[in-house]
């Protein structure tokens, strides 16, 4: 299916699903591993990389997410593509 989406968009999607599988493995190690601290660096260092990429693809694309985990724009901006179905 076309969504007349430009390349960057996946691009920026990849690399934030990336982030986000690192943050689900650290989380599972460091839920047996807690202090480990060069873990949870690695964990704070990839949280912080996974909002500046959220912020880069909302702020060309619109909000990913709902319920106060993403912030809209004015006016309401939750209409803006693209929708999940359309990636």
């Not at 704070?44 to 693809?57: C, D, S, V």
């Amino acid at each position: 299916m076309e969504t007349g989406l430009p390349a960057e968009y996946y691009q920026l999607l990849e690399e934030l699903q990336a982030v986000d599988f690192v943050l689900v493995e650290l989380t599972l190690y460091l839920d047996t591993h807690p202090n480990d601290t060069a873990s949870i660096h690695q964990f704070n260092h990839y949280a912080q990389e996974r909002k500046k990429l959220k912020k880069a693809i909302e702020s060309k694309y619109g909000p990913m997410q709902q319920y106060g985990n993403s912030y809209s724009g004015a006016p309401w901006d939750w209409n803006k593509g693209p929708w999940p179905w359309q990636v």
